[in-house]
């Protein structure tokens, strides 16, 4: 009867798991919409996998170990001069060596899968976008379609995109769980991402990285619809009466708190370039500030090491 009881509560006991793991299925990250959150679901599962090897065996020998040499349990070896198991010694260091040979292998494999520099090919142009990071508000830019957005990414399903991203105020990340690959926004900075939706829908695209105190409502809506629907939105974008002139955008680059969605029908050229030039020359100006504030001193203390 005693055996049963223990039996029974060690696989009682192997389960405590189980109930935190019904709220899997409302993790964006493992509900992907397009190849590269796909990619990226596989490589986070098989992670997993590979180390609960070590993980699992490690609960169920706690539990055996203790049922299997206790005290009372006359049947169990008593051995106090044990000192060396070829076995044991061999699980205890191949194992692990395994664990990690597979997951460096795994993970080289994948990191250049998805590389985020890397065009998705798949037959169609892609559909090229600029993303400007501002406090505490994402910018859109359709370079092609000559129209912005503010909090609002529309583009269409099956179509690569093609993204630009950059920052106009502390580092931030741009991310789409759903999607995949986060990268960050950087003021002066330019990176870059591809993506790709396989379905249409709404996903939830947010920042990552704290950025003050509107950091946590820093969201947006990116929404996959038809090539029609797109072309679609395109013209009503266009029939706006917003336009993102200079003025415009730096009543936009000012810090404010759930900005509404806006569409401007028209951007001024290179805008996207000129907020990254912005920054590059003023972080050159700096450098060559304190070069010309240091010169003097290093060759001061240049003389005086030579002499």
Same mark, same amino acid.
């Given at each position: 009867?005693?055996?049963?009881?223990?039996?029974?509560?060690?696989?009682?006991?192997?389960?405590?798991?189980?109930?935190?793991?019904?709220?899997?299925?409302?993790?964006?990250?493992?509900?992907?919409?397009?190849?590269?959150?796909?990619?990226?679901?596989?490589?986070?599962?098989?992670?997993?996998?590979?180390?609960?090897?070590?993980?699992?065996?490690?609960?169920?020998? *706690?539990?055996?170990?203790?049922?299997?040499?206790?005290?009372?349990?006359?049947?169990?070896?008593?051995?106090?001069?044990?000192?060396?198991?070829?076995?044991?010694?061999?699980?205890?260091?191949?194992?692990?060596?395994?664990?990690?040979? *597979?997951?460096?292998?795994?993970? *080289?494999?994948?990191?250049?899968?998805?590389?985020?520099?890397k065009p998705i090919a798949n037959g169609r142009k892609p559909v090229a976008i600029e993303a400007v990071s501002l406090d505490w508000k994402w910018l859109f830019i359709y370079p092609d379609r000559n129209i912005a957005t503010v909090n609002q990414l529309v583009f269409p399903v099956n179509v690569p995109l093609s993204f630009r991203i950059t920052s106009d105020t502390v580092m931030t990340s741009?991310?789409?769980?759903?999607?995949?690959s986060q990268i960050y926004a950087m003021a002066g900075m330019q990176t870059r991402l591809h993506l790709l939706a396989q379905e249409p829908g709404v996903y939830s695209g947010q920042n990552q990285?704290?950025?003050?105190?509107?950091?946590?409502?820093?969201?947006?809506?990116?929404?996959?619809?038809?090539?029609?629907?797109?072309?679609?939105?395109?013209?009503? *974008?266009?029939?706006?009466?917003?336009?993102?002139?200079?003025?415009?955008?730096?009543?936009?680059?000012?810090?404010?708190?759930?900005?509404?969605?806006?569409?401007?029908?028209?951007?001024?050229?290179?805008?996207?370039?000129?907020?990254?030039?912005?920054?590059?020359?003023?972080?050159?100006?700096?450098?060559?500030?304190?070069?010309?504030?240091?010169?003097?001193?290093?060759?001061?203390?240049?003389?005086?090491?030579?002499?």
């Amino acid at each position: 009867m005693k055996k049963h009881l223990y039996s029974f509560l060690i696989g009682l006991s192997s389960l405590w798991f189980i109930p935190f793991l019904g709220g899997c299925s409302r993790i964006s990250l493992l509900d992907p919409k397009g190849p590269i959150g796909d990619s990226e679901r596989f490589l986070i599962i098989a992670a997993f996998v590979l180390m609960l090897i070590v993980i699992i065996p490690v609960f169920i020998m *706690a539990f055996w170990f203790a049922r299997r040499y206790r005290a009372s349990n006359p049947e169990a070896a008593y051995t106090p001069k044990w000192s060396r198991s070829l076995k044991l010694e061999l699980t205890i260091w191949l194992v692990p060596i395994a664990i990690v040979t *597979a997951l460096g292998i795994l993970g *080289a494999i994948e990191t250049y899968h998805l590389d985020p520099y890397k065009p998705i090919a798949n037959g169609r142009k892609p559909v090229a976008i600029e993303a400007v990071s501002l406090d505490w508000k994402w910018l859109f830019i359709y370079p092609d379609r000559n129209i912005a957005t503010v909090n609002q990414l529309v583009f269409p399903v099956n179509v690569p995109l093609s993204f630009r991203i950059t920052s106009d105020t502390v580092m931030t990340s741009f991310f789409i769980p759903q999607l995949g690959s986060q990268i960050y926004a950087m003021a002066g900075m330019q990176t870059r991402l591809h993506l790709l939706a396989q379905e249409p829908g709404v996903y939830s695209g947010q920042n990552q990285q704290f950025s003050g105190r509107g950091y946590s409502d820093m969201f947006f809506k990116a929404i996959a619809v038809s090539q029609e629907e797109f072309e679609g939105w395109v013209k009503k *974008a266009k029939q706006s009466p917003d336009k993102l002139d200079v003025a415009r955008f730096e009543e936009l680059r000012k810090p404010s708190l759930g900005y509404p969605v806006t569409h401007f029908s028209s951007v001024k050229p290179d805008l996207f370039d000129r907020i990254i030039d912005k920054y590059s020359k003023t972080m050159g100006m700096n450098s060559d500030a304190m070069i010309r504030k240091s010169g003097p001193a290093i060759m001061k203390t240049g003389a005086s090491e030579g002499n």
